[in-house]
């Protein structure tokens, strides 16, 4: 499984009222823009006094219907992450590396495509790139969420680290995404990240390097 | 894609009479029984006097219509090469980590798991295992061939390394036939990979490493 499918998308209370960001994470130096309306990304943005590092997460229905407003906002961000499917539709071009490529032009320094249990790649303005296989998972038992949790791995081991993220930090951001994310597919909703210790993540990002590094 | 689809099969030459391996082979070290019919890769390899490593092909005609055949050969050789529907079909099992774990217990020392455009997976007796993505190729003209090409790539480095092969050896080697496909798959038939150097090769092995490598 590498692509995902949409049956139906609900704003719900980010339809009523334009979300505003407390106090008291008006400073947050890195941000992540999780999947909504591109317009409602950009305006959860402004609100954030001087990010470092901003990432944003998009999805089908943006990008066919929210078009305009996606662009303007694919200038403001430092990182795109999406799947392949909608790098697909974003580009028009099925090939992941030609793909990667077009969307860097639309702006980000970064893109980060995510192939299912495939993996993700990242890609940069530099033309150069890292790809990184999914974690082995061997009893998944739902995959919801997984996008989430890798964006929120990565992320997290980001705000860890002070200085200009570069690509190399990307790499082990992304490598610690994919070990989140082989977590909460192995139960339903958050049944097994909810128990996950920083000793199972560090120990399943030492199989991960293990069982992808020549 | 992951999937090889198959309209049809033709043995030819091979269904009129068994291949006989000419004197000059029948010491060779090294062994790959390309797909075919796993009675003909048995009947070829009972001619090679003392192989110390032997690697087969195979795919679904086989798997589904020559079931006890091939479950001899598989306790006669060392590794088995083969895609992810394949492994699928032979295990009824459609997590590749399972699925691995199956096949090795019917026989092989190493499984080696062909993804196309997602790469490669080796999985051993040990239950330790490597996972390496494909190359990032940008024009793809024809995958086919690129099976071939892979085992050809990673027998020949096999081939050309003494002593016994292990995980590690067989990592460097999946990464030469993950390279050499890439060459095969940037045009018909032969026209890419016919001009290819040993340069142009390491080149790319460079940088397989570099955007696989954290």
Known sequence: MEEAITDDVQLNVLQERPPMVPEAFRDSRIVFLANTAPALQMELLSQIAEPEFVAADTMNCWIEGRRDDLMKLLQKIDALV?????????????????????????????????????????????????????YPVEDVKDPTGAGDSFAGGMMGYIGRNRGAVTLQMLKTAVAYGTVLASFTIEDFSLGRLSSVTKQDIDSRFEILKRVTQL
């Open 82 to 134: 999406l799947n392949t499917g909608e790098a697909k539709l974003l580009t028009g071009d099925f090939n992941p590396v030609r793909s990667a490529r077009k969307i860097l032009a639309m702006g980000p320094k970064f893109v980060i495509i995510k192939k299912g249990e495939f993996g993700s790649m990242i890609a940069d303005r530099a033309g150069d790139c890292f790809i990184l296989p999914g």
